[in-house]
């Protein structure tokens, strides 16, 4: 395939003065929320401005303010790539998707207009979330790319159940798992290129679908174009985007970004349906987003009148749904229920609202805290591992009412 070494069109918007693309990528995560967004924001072709954290892949954040509705515009939603060699929209206009593997009873081609018309359409609202959302509130601090709040998005999401797809390549009683890969790649081949898979199970559960758009438009370049693995409650790590291989395979898939990345200690979040075929004596492959809450509204650092203000967010979880989301205006010391929006789906964002009313003079501490439908609350105090993965601790702000 056609590449083309890297974007080009990156252009700051918003610097605060001339050194802020200097900033360090790993600028505190934890910086009131105006002072970070404003130091590193830069738009990315069709995109509105985005947080930059690295440019070489890009990593760009989606500013926290987006998160006071359900669904994510495509002009915010997050990007995250591993490796740097991204296939150009030209490139990406001759796709095909290939369907084979040693579990497979046929090798299978398809092109976009085969996709669409042998096949039934099937939608989904559901929150495409990296494991390492958060990692740069670790405390102390892990590697890695250091997101604040906006690795993630949740979009609506529609295209082709993978089941079917697979069923036309035919399933054999032997398969595991099953193996996906897209048309980007590494740089230097020496890289392993970014290859992911998933059980057999979920592969073929109905709501698992390879998306060709999203919220009514074709995926954007870099969410994917033409076609990404939408894996519903699972992290983000597994929707494989300019999906463009699938192998039904016997065998666990072996290699870097499944053996050695993306790993937790063994145990230590909940999981509905274990990787069976990925888990290994001290570690298990992440899958399934924990319950969790951010506020994007007000903004940390933000000033009110002593009539207050509303506070309005999103909460979601992996698949189990939002029971309760509760604030507090006091540090945590007292919780009250907000009210919830329409409910998009299991797997979507949940908007939240709760007026404060009138307040005393002075900073106000504000948090929110998410209970999904199976009881699962989010972490009272930050669930180390190495990688920095799942923070899902209560996220709190100040407000000054003056
Ligand atoms: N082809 C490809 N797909 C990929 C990745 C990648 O590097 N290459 N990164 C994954 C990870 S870790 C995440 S969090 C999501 C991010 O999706 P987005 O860039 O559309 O926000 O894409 C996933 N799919
Ligand atoms: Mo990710």
Request: hydrophobic residues 40%.
């Amino acid at each position: 395939m056609q590449r083309r070494a890297m974007l080009t069109g990156l252009g700051a918007v918003a610097a605060s003065g001339a050194q802020a693309a200097q900033k360090p990528n790993w600028m505190s995560a934890a910086l009131p929320d105006g002072t970070r967004e404003e130091a590193m924001l830069e738009r990315l072709p069709g995109k509105q401005p985005l947080i930059k954290l690295t440019e070489r892949p890009p990593n760009f954040e989606t500013p926290i303010d987006a998160f006071g509705t359900a669904i994510t515009p495509n002009d915010r939603f997050f990007v995250r790539y591993h490796l740097a060699d991204i296939p150009s929209m030209d490139a990406l206009k001759n796709w095909s998707l290939t369907v084979g593997g040693d579990a497979a009873e046929r090798q299978v081609k398809y092109t976009m207009a085969d996709l669409k018309k042998d096949f039934a359409q099937a939608e989904i609202a559901a929150v495409c979330q990296c494991s390492g959302n958060r990692r740069g509130l670790f405390d102390p601090h892990v590697p890695g790319v250091q997101w604040g709040y906006g690795a993630m998005g949740n979009a609506v999401w529609r295209g082709v159940r993978l089941k079917d797809v697979l069923a036309k390549a035919g399933v054999k009683p032997g398969a595991i798992e099953v193996w996906f890969g897209g048309a980007d790649g590494p740089v230097m081949p020496a890289t392993p290129a970014f290859r992911k898979s998933l059980p057999v199970a979920l592969a073929q559960r109905d709501d698992v679908i390879i998306a060709t758009t999203m919220n009514g438009q074709p995926l954007p370049h870099l969410n994917g174009f033409p076609a990404r693995l939408i894996v519903p409650g699972w992290t983000g790590t597994y929707w494989i985007k300019h999906l463009n291989s699938i192998e039904i395979s016997t065998k666990p898939l072996p290699n870097f970004w499944t053996q050695k990345a993306y790993r937790v200690p063994a145990g230590l979040f909940p999981v509905d349906l274990p990787f069976t075929s990925q888990l290994d004596a001290n570690t298990w492959p992440i899958t399934e987003i924990v319950v969790n809450a951010v506020i994007a509204a007000p903004l940390d650092g933000s000033k009110a009148t002593r009539s207050g203000f509303t506070v309005r967010g999103v909460a979601w979880d992996r698949g189990h749904g939002i029971k309760t989301v509760e604030v507090s205006f006091d540090g945590g010391k007292t919780w009250q229920p907000a009210a919830l929006g329409k409910d998009l789906g299991k797997y979507a964002f949940r908007e939240f609202s709760l007026a404060s009313g009138t307040l005393p003079l002075g900073p106000c501490v504000v948090s929110a805290r998410a209970v999904a439908n199976n009881g699962e609350t989010q972490a009272v105090t930050l669930v180390k591992n190495p990688a920095g993965y799942h923070h899902n601790v209560p996220q709190t702000l100040t407000v000054t009412v003056a």
